[in-house]
């Protein structure tokens, strides 16, 4: 196999996804640019005005930027914990979608942790966190897991596009000259030579092992801020292994609903088959029972026990929040189940559309976690104030909230600009494989 | 009149406290001689006096505490009608608006048997305060006299203090207000003023008017004596009225502190509401508003059936 020409004819094939604007893509890119625009007049209007123009006040706190904040890092480090999976185990057919979650893993790591920023009263003073730290806080380790995980995210992405980097520099004739400029500086040289390659494979399975420990670690933390509380609702020692299962339920559903929008989008039906799609729907059948599972322990603990306080939070959920949990906690997990369970159910778009389901099931899920508690406290709320006594997001929350969504939807775009969302070095390690080369580190069995 | 005796009762303790106090040691050797509530006069050394109760306490100097206290309040529930002077004192005190609230007056109803009461609710300065741990900057913190204050330069408004505190003690300033720009006062944690803008605050137990050895507002307001404040290491409270030994009052009366199972170890102590001295439906002549509160209690929705209220 003349792997040059090889690479020539994947650029060839790859770099209208790079450089081909169409008219609908331009569309789509405005109408996302216009929502993330409408999120920051609702942020400069935060500013201004103070919180008080969102709906949280002294009982319920934390609203949907925290659980926007929950949603979107536990979304990170489930790409990073699946990435690492799919990397360190060798699993056969990864190559179409491993760059897809390793870019839902930046991506979101990046939305997240703005969502809560958005959420601190006095952004001025956030270098405070820097100046006088308190090692004994739940939120300094946070930070500290978050930093540290961001750090290793990137340099895991950045690992996985070096080869790619290096085919685009070497076949870039016809591309603008930032470009090439680019691309060269971003391969720092990387002239896939066999040292190379072999030293380049070790680190990055290295990396794929540190980001599922990393993961494992941040999760933990984020899941201890709600249970290291007092709070009934919060105070559950199953929360950290809860909140595990749970980012992973979104994550591959977030994951799902990529592969099925890029597939759709760029007509990759030849990278990423039916066989992905049933893959990763056995992944969230088994993930479904886990987080029906533990959401069941959960619920089912507190109502039998019933101890006063955890009987009032019982009450508030079924009382005031009877749809949303039945939405959150029956049809959010019942509904993949029953779709995915069957063979016969197993198509591209009933299981894109299980993921939705598990998807908005799991936000709806988390807003339950921290809402209701903060609505029913250890000493009942005594106000006259309906906003003190039921919380209820305005629009800037919103606003704030779906340019959150935009932002990662076009940064995800901005990626797939640079690099094909199919890795390049990934089809020609296979086929160097397929024709019986040397190289052995990568073993596929399908495509 | 009592109010007076009670509030010397407390400075003449800080008067005694700085004769034991190490302080004593750098003495200047000048004698003053003053009068001890009991009708004493003794010379003490002039550097023991405080000459400057009222003196600017700075954000650093705020962390350290009185020395050799611990502050303790004990609420006598068999005796609060509800009549609010214990907030609007502590509202007009801490330049508080209308429904912002330090000490919060619930009525509280332990189980379905059960009449309710009246439950003044402030911070509980706990020894084990969550709010303290959890905070990230050190902006919330426990003194050596017992107060938990918070400093609102260091706060950054992440609120996490708020979402541990199992007693809802602390609020949040959702915006700016006209009162932050006074600037009169310098802002000192002890007294809470001025407020800033996406900060927390809460009850700080008015140090700035024990350094004067004087009660805070709440106790020093309430017209029935239900809030006794102290010394735990003087093993002495006083509601203004009467000074009773701190001990005897809880083992007596059967003092209690709220949710003790959740081991924050409150420094706020409660005696059960027994031989009541009003009947409950005195706590209801207040504003409407006020009463509107109270309509989810079981008791209220009767009372409100038979027209009572």
Not at chain 1, 73 to 101: D, E, M, Q
Not at chain 1, 164 to 182: G, M, T, Y
Not at chain 2, 122 to 139: F, M, N, R, S
Not at chain 2, 242 to 250: A, G, N, Q, Y
């Amino acid at each position: 196999m003349n792997v040059d020409s090889r690479k020539r004819e994947l650029v060839k094939e790859f770099s209208p996804m790079l450089l081909k604007s169409t008219k609908w893509s331009k569309i789509w890119i405005g109408i996302l640019v216009g929502f993330v625009l409408w999120g920051l007049a609702a942020f400069v209007i935060q500013v201004v005005k103070g919180h008080e123009v969102t709906g949280m006040r002294d009982n319920v706190v934390w609203g949907i930027y925290i659980i926007n904040f929950i949603f979107f890092v536990c979304l990170s480090y489930s790409g990073a914990f699946i990435s690492g999976i799919l990397h360190f185990f060798k699993t056969p057919w990864k190559n179409s979608i491993s760059r897809i979650v390793e870019i839902i893993t930046v991506v979101s790591l990046i939305i997240g942790p703005i969502f809560i920023l958005l959420c601190i009263g006095r952004l001025d003073r956030l270098h405070y966190l820097f100046l006088y730290p308190r090692i004994q806080s739940p939120i300094t380790w946070d930070i500290i897991a978050i930093i540290t995980d961001l750090i290793g995210c990137f340099i895991y992405l950045y690992l996985t596009f070096i080869p790619d980097f290096a085919i685009l520099r070497d076949n870039s004739e016809d591309v603008p000259e930032w470009r090439r400029k680019l691309y060269t500086f971003l391969a720092i040289g990387y002239r896939d030579t066999p040292t190379q390659r072999n030293r380049l494979h070790k680190i990055t399975r290295i990396m794929s092992a540190m980001i599922i420990a990393l993961a494992i670690v941040a999760y933990t933390v984020l899941a201890w801020i709600f249970s290291l509380t007092l709070q009934p609702g919060w105070n559950s020692t199953i929360f950290a292994p809860y909140f595990i299962v749970a980012g992973l339920y979104s994550g591959v559903g977030v994951i799902i609903i990529a592969m099925y929008l890029i597939r759709k989008y760029f007509k990759l039906d030849h990278y990423i088959r039916k066989v992905h799609f049933i893959g990763a729907g056995v992944i969230l059948l088994v993930i479904s029972l886990l987080f029906g599972y533990f959401t069941f322990s959960e619920y089912f603990s507190r109502w039998f026990s019933h101890k006063t306080h955890d009987a009032d939070l019982l009450n508030t959920l079924f009382n005031k929040y009877f749809w949303e949990f039945i939405f959150a906690n029956y049809i959010g997990v019942l509904v993949p189940i029953v779709i995915l369970f069957f063979k016969r159910f197993r198509t591209i778009k009933s299981i894109t559309f299980a993921a939705v389901i598990a998807v908005l099931g799991l936000w709806l899920n988390r807003y339950l976690i921290v809402v209701p508690t903060l609505e029913t406290p250890y000493l009942p709320i005594q106000d006259t104030r309906p906003e003190f006594i039921h919380y209820s997001a305005t629009w800037i929350e919103w606003a704030l909230s779906f340019a959150g969504i935009a932002a990662f939807v076009l940064f995800f775009i901005l990626i797939m600009r640079l690099v094909p969302i199919i890795p390049m070095s990934g089809i020609i390690d296979y086929e160097r494989e397929g024709k019986g080369g040397t190289y052995s580190v990568t073993q596929y069995q399908l495509k | 009149m009592g109010l007076l005796s009670g509030a010397t009762t407390v400075a003449g303790a800080t008067l005694l406290a700085n004769l034991a106090s190490e302080e004593e040691l750098q003495a200047s050797g000048e004698k003053i001689r003053v009068l001890t509530p009991d009708g004493k006069m003794v010379e003490v050394d002039a550097e023991s006096i405080n000459n400057y109760p009222e003196a600017h306490i700075t954000p650093a100097e705020s962390r350290k505490g009185i020395p050799d206290r611990k502050f303790v309040m004990v609420i006598d529930l068999a005796k609060c009608k509800n009549a609010r002077n214990c907030v609007e004192s502590c509202q007009k005190a801490h330049n508080l608006d209308y429904n912002e609230e330090f000490m919060k007056v619930q009525l509280i109803q332990d189980h379905e048997e059960a009449e309710p009461y009246w439950f003044p609710k402030p911070c509980y300065h706990c020894d084990e305060p969550p709010c303290v741990t959890v905070c990230p900057t050190g902006a919330t913190f426990k003194r050596d006299d017992g107060i938990v204050l918070i400093d609102n330069d260091r706060c950054i408004g992440c609120k996490f203090c708020i979402t541990s505190c199992p007693y809802s003690a602390r609020q949040f300033n959702w915006s700016h207000k006209p009162k932050f720009d006074d600037t009169s006062q310098p802002y000192s944690p002890e007294t809470s003023i001025p407020g800033t803008e996406g900060t927390v605050m809460k009850c700080d137990f008015c140090p700035d008017m024990l350094r004067q050895g004087k009660l805070p507002y709440c106790a020093s307001s309430c017209p029935m004596g239900v809030i006794y404040f102290g010394d735990k290491n003087e093993d002495m409270v006083t509601n203004g009225e009467e000074t009773v030994r701190f001990s005897e009052l809880i083992n007596d009366r059967g003092g209690y502190r709220h949710l003790e199972h959740l081991g924050t170890k409150p420094n706020v102590y409660y005696l059960p509401a027994v031989n009541r001295q009003f009947p409950l439906e005195r706590g209801f002549d207040v504003e409407e508003d006020i009463i509107e509160r109270y309509k989810d209690v079981p008791f209220v929705q009767d009372l409100k059936s038979q027209g009572k209220i």
